[in-house]
């Protein structure tokens, strides 16, 4: 069984930082394109980042608001993809989902729960 189990999101001020954390089971971690979207009340849910799958060309992708204050990481050991978020401004209020895919094998999409990041003014 295949789970997504986000965490670390919370009450925030703008300006500040936090770090979300998704730890992954059921799949093997290194074959799998890492992402997380973000999803505000009444909007679509938005690509943030994504990183390629271990071995894979190319580097992290990034939306263009984003740049320069979020930060992707993955752990194969821990089987972990990291959102290392700052700067963060009240219009980032939303709720901050894992998603993992691997679309050459037919793997996935599997999401994750969610975790609610809110920032106040």
């Known amino acids: 069984q295949v789970q997504l189990v986000e965490s670390g999101g919370g009450l925030v001020q703008s300006g500040g930082s936090l770090r979300l954390s998704c730890a992954a089971s059921?799949?093997?971690?290194?074959?799998?394109?890492m992402s997380w979207y973000r999803q505000a009340p009444g909007k679509d849910r938005d690509l943030v980042a994504s990183?390629?799958?271990?071995?894979?060309?190319?580097?992290?992708n990034y939306a263009d608001s984003v740049k320069g204050r979020f930060t992707i990481s993955r752990d194969n050991a821990k089987n972990t993809v990291y959102l290392q978020m700052n700067s963060l401004k009240p219009e980032e209020t939303a709720v901050y989902y894992c998603?993992?895919?691997?679309?050459?094998?037919?793997?996935?999409?599997?999401w994750g729960q969610g975790t609610q990041v809110t920032v106040s003014s």
């Open positions: 998603h993992a895919q691997n679309r050459l094998r037919r793997l996935g999409p599997y």
């Open positions: 059921g799949i093997t971690f290194s074959w799998f394109v």
């Open positions: 990183i390629p799958s271990t071995g894979a060309d190319g580097s992290a």
